[in-house]
């Protein structure tokens, strides 16, 4: 019987000779690594990888870690496996074996199912503790190459996961070490879900556990499921920390956090709960001040459309209405637009729920429904601090719309926001909350629809065929193998002309208003998408999931 291979730990010296022979580095290069030592706990391709030499098989690039791993995957013959946290089941895999062990062998598993266990390891010759785990899940053992510095990462955090799981749900815990416990949860969760680049956190209550999901880029994408029991300490946790009433559980209730992460950037949350048959489901909005101090190009308003936006903002009264659903962008454009108009020269007032965010420049109010301050009751008060300018919230029903158009037309400018799904819509809506068709068109200069599409990631996007402009998601590491990083805003603009204005009626008809505004040049939402895709920056199937048809 043939004797197994020795397991034997990587070396510096001997990855810089394996390198030399495939010619991936020169001579000179493997000198100078080969004085330098490691660090400790320090993979042998970190070294190298922290020299940032030219990779000669691809002109411009760089031998990275995960080049290097790529490398080592294919002498070793084993899969290479750049790890996405967001493709990883926590819940199943950060209990299969202690941190300690997973520490001593610098591995990680990365998925399970009732077959086999897959692992991460970036020592692909060291096998020792393929018998010893295996024996223990009893189930066949599927080993994968992994970057050393993910797996050290992902290892540290969800072993400490899992222990403050397992420590909160036991019965045996006492009260002081539980909430010692889920403390470490929340902050892991608030850590976790910043460095993914969620926009919001979704606590939800199921049956048999809990439920944690996180949405990047407006898709939604499962985390974590913790037992039911620490679910509600989460949430309870969370409430505390927002000021909320703890005991109430019947009733929805918002709240708001402002913490400090771990890199020292402070974060603000917006908290909603929303009682359920198991409980509060919970929903956390990442507030992140960058998005609401981007000016117009950043947010994606650019060429014509903003030609034509800056034509409506720049009238000295009138109502100018963005539209869309939640989580469009809108607060994003008006801030932007606020930011643009605000001069020392003019009084800009808002009257905000909640305020996003502390602006020099503005003068804000909060509403406070408990108190009866309401938009409509907000903007009755800056009407009387002698404003120029005026940005209400939203508008939600006919006293605050009323308000509004009060103000439009006593020479004032007045910015607000409207859920509707196309600017036209706009003006239908405005009819059905009980606004008179002739205020319409004596107020109204202008809306704005838009909506958020992801942007195609720069490290892999593909140029379609010859005859077709544009670019298509292809995926890589980088973009977690999505083909999108980040988003990108697509914008149609109405003027409401005198020709547009004499179409309002109490009978408007949605279609013949968006042909007049056509004939009169609107660039509808899918035609700004496209132009966004013939400059390569999101792709068809991206604007046509997010537009509406029209």
Request: proline residues 5%.
């Amino acid at each position: 019987m043939p004797t197994p291979p020795q397991d034997h730990w990587l070396s510096l010296d001997s990855l810089l000779t394996d390198l030399l022979d495939a010619q991936l580095i020169t001579p000179a290069a493997a000198r100078l690594l080969a004085t330098q030592g490691l660090a400790e706990d320090e993979h042998p391709l970190e070294p190298i990888a922290r020299q940032h030499l030219p990779d000669p098989r691809r002109a411009g690039q760089r031998l990275d870690l995960d080049t290097l791993c790529q490398w080592l995957a294919e002498r070793a013959c084993q899969p290479y496996l750049y790890i996405d946290p967001l493709q990883l089941d926590l819940s199943a895999t950060a209990e299969l074996m202690s941190a300690a062990f997973a520490r001593r062998h610098a591995i990680l598993a990365v998925a399970v199912d009732a077959h086999c266990v897959t692992v991460a390891s970036a020592q692909p010759f060291v096998r020792a503790w393929e018998v010893d785990l295996g024996q223990v899940l009893r189930r066949p053992i599927k080993r994968v190459l992994a970057s050393p510095a993910q797996i050290r990462q992902f290892s540290q955090t969800f072993c400490q996961l899992a222990r403050s799981v397992n420590a909160a749900n036991s019965n045996t815990a006492r009260r002081d070490n539980e909430e010692t416990h889920i403390v470490a949860i929340v902050d892991w969760l608030l850590q976790y879900a910043f460095d993914q680049r969620a926009s919001d956190i979704h606590i939800e209550p199921r049956r048999d556990h809990g439920q944690l999901r996180f949405r990047i880029d407006g898709l939604l994408h499962p985390i974590y499921q913790f037992p039911t029991d620490v679910t509600l300490a989460v949430v309870s946790r969370l409430k505390t920390l927002g000021r909320m009433n703890v005991a109430e559980k019947r009733r929805p209730q918002d709240g708001r956090i402002k913490t400090r992460l771990t890199a020292g950037s402070e974060v603000e949350l917006r908290l909603s709960t929303l009682p359920t048959p198991f409980g509060e489901k919970l929903v956390l909005r990442l507030f992140d001040p960058f998005l609401l101090q981007q000016d117009f190009a950043q947010l994606g308003l650019d060429g014509d459309d903003l030609t034509l936006w800056q034509r409506v903002i720049g009238q000295r009264h009138g109502l100018i209405l963005v539209t869309g659903p939640t989580g469009s962008g809108k607060t994003s454009t008006l801030y932007a637009t606020l930011k643009y108009l605000a001069t020392p020269e003019v009084n800009l007032c808002t009257v905000e729920d909640p305020i996003e965010m502390v602006e020099p420049t503005f003068n804000q109010l909060q509403v406070h429904p408990a108190i009866d301050l309401g938009f409509a009751e907000g903007a009755r008060a800056l009407l009387r601090q002698d404003p120029d300018i005026i940005m209400i919230g939203e508008i939600r029903d006919l006293e605050t719309a009323q308000v509004a158009f009060q103000a439009a037309l006593t020479g004032h400018l007045v910015l607000s926001t409207l859920h509707t799904n196309d600017a036209c819509s706009a003006i239908t809506r405005l009819l059905e909350l009980g606004i008179a068709p002739h205020l319409i068109k004596a107020g109204l200069i202008g809306v704005m629809a838009q909506r958020l599409v992801r942007t195609l990631c720069p490290a892999c996007k593909q140029p379609l065929a010859a005859l077709e402009a544009g670019y298509q998601a292809r995926g890589c590491n980088e973009c977690r193998q999505t083909g999108y990083h980040g988003r990108t805003g697509i914008h149609e603009v109405l003027c409401v002309s005198a020709a547009f204005g004499r179409r309002i009626g109490n009978d408007a008809d949605l279609t013949a208003l968006r042909r007049q505004a056509c004939d009169e040049g609107l660039r509808s939402l899918h035609q700004s998408g496209a132009q966004k895709v013939a400059l390569g920056l999101t792709s068809t199937a991206e604007v046509l999931r997010v537009a509406p048809g029209n």
